[in-house]
């Protein structure tokens, strides 16, 4: 292939994402040099995440230059190669553009293995960034112990879903926020989780009172605002939460703390630790293989959102500060 369409980041946004912050055209695929190989995308993960990289704030890697091709979590085929040990044809996942061809010498990226009776897009959205993130940030800093009390924010997301699943493997009482009778529904008929709160119809404060009366011991963290503030106020002595998002402040233009954070924190002795999945990129090999045990097993289940075509993933990247998705957001770049 000697074109390909691809997304860049024309300018950084200022509040929520607006057209023309991205532009998407076609142009010359990058030659090919020694080292490296192309990958035709399969699929394109749109993360929360995608909105701090368009950004110049401090964050974990440096933000997309503007100008540059959109960073993104793909997965795709390999199409054409210089490197050794990399064949036309072997499926690769990890960080690159939102783009239908890539070429890379494969920097963040690893061999995706194909799973008799698993779905490509249920490899990739589950044991790709999702999955690892919550493993790793409920079993190595939420640490839950049987017949502890675990809310997750975002239940119904790509990570929210996994938190919840693993959460009940481990035998803990678990509760769920989302938006919306159905998301509700299918976090606690589909997947097992205990109770789920509906922010948009519901009191989340009476809720977790009534729900959780002892308290809560985990508080998985991917929202903040006031959501994250009323599960905070019914956190126990001792209490973790890990913090992986704060999706509901990525647009604010001016980000105010909400008075007495710390000072809860302080005085509940709560352990609040800050993680970005690639921290534990090491253990990758852990994660994968307890999360497809589990999906072999029938004990974990997740739900892609797949919305086709590269040209719409701008639009689409929206709906992850709105709520609009409904399960792990990808995009189907070219048919699997």
């Known amino acids: 292939m000697t074109e390909r369409n691809v997304w860049r980041l024309a300018k950084r946004p200022v509040g929520d994402i607006a057209d023309g912050d991205l532009v998407y055209a076609a142009e010359a695929v990058p030659a090919l040099e020694e080292g490296q190989f192309a990958l035709r995308v399969i699929y394109l993960s749109l993360d929360?995440?995608?909105?701090?990289?368009?950004?110049?704030?401090?964050?974990?890697?440096?933000?997309?230059?503007?100008?540059?091709a959109m960073r993104g979590?793909?997965?795709?085929?390999?199409?054409?190669?210089?490197?050794?040990?990399v064949a036309v044809g072997d499926l690769y996942a990890g960080l690159g553009e939102w783009a239908d061809v890539m070429v890379t010498d494969g920097t963040g990226m690893g061999q995706l293995p194909e799973i008799p009776g698993v779905p490509l897009a249920a490899a990739f959205g589950t044991l790709g960034l999702v999955g690892p993130t919550a493993y790793f940030g409920l079993l190595d800093i939420g640490q839950p112990k049987a017949g502890e009390t675990l809310v997750v924010g975002a239940a119904a997301g790509g990570v929210g879903q996994i938190v919840g699943q693993i959460g009940k493997i481990m035998g803990c009482k678990v509760i769920g926020i989302a938006g919306g009778k159905a998301k509700c529904d299918y976090v606690v008929n589909e997947l097992g989780f205990d109770a789920c709160i509906d922010y948009k119809s519901q009191d989340v404060g009476a809720e977790l009172?009534?729900?959780?009366?002892?308290g809560v011991d985990i508080?998985?963290?991917?929202?903040?605002?006031?959501?994250?503030?009323?599960?905070l106020k019914r956190m126990k002595l001792f209490g973790r939460m890990p913090l992986c998002g704060?999706?509901?402040?990525?647009?604010?233009?001016?980000?105010?703390?909400?008075?007495?954070f710390w000072t809860m924190m302080l005085m509940r002795r709560l352990s609040v630790r800050g993680f970005i999945v690639t921290d534990f990129a090491a253990r990758f090999g852990e994660s994968g293989q307890a999360l497809l045990g589990w999906m072999l097993e029938g004990k974990l289940k997740t739900r892609q959102d797949i919305r086709p075509g590269l040209a719409n993933a701008a639009s689409a990247v929206k709906e992850l500060y709105s709520g609009g998705n409904f399960g792990k957001l990808l995009v189907e770049v070219t048919p699997p």
């Open 48 to 68: 929360p995440t995608n909105r701090i990289w368009m950004s110049d704030q401090e964050q974990y890697m440096p933000p997309v230059v503007v100008g540059a």
């Open 73 to 85: 979590g793909v997965c795709g085929r390999v199409i054409e190669s210089r490197r050794d040990g």
């Open 209 to 214: 009172d009534r729900l959780a009366p002892e």
């Open 219 to 231: 508080n998985f963290e991917q929202v903040g605002g006031d959501i994250m503030v009323q599960v």
């Open 246 to 260: 704060l999706i509901s402040q990525y647009n604010d233009v001016d980000g105010a703390d909400e008075p007495g």
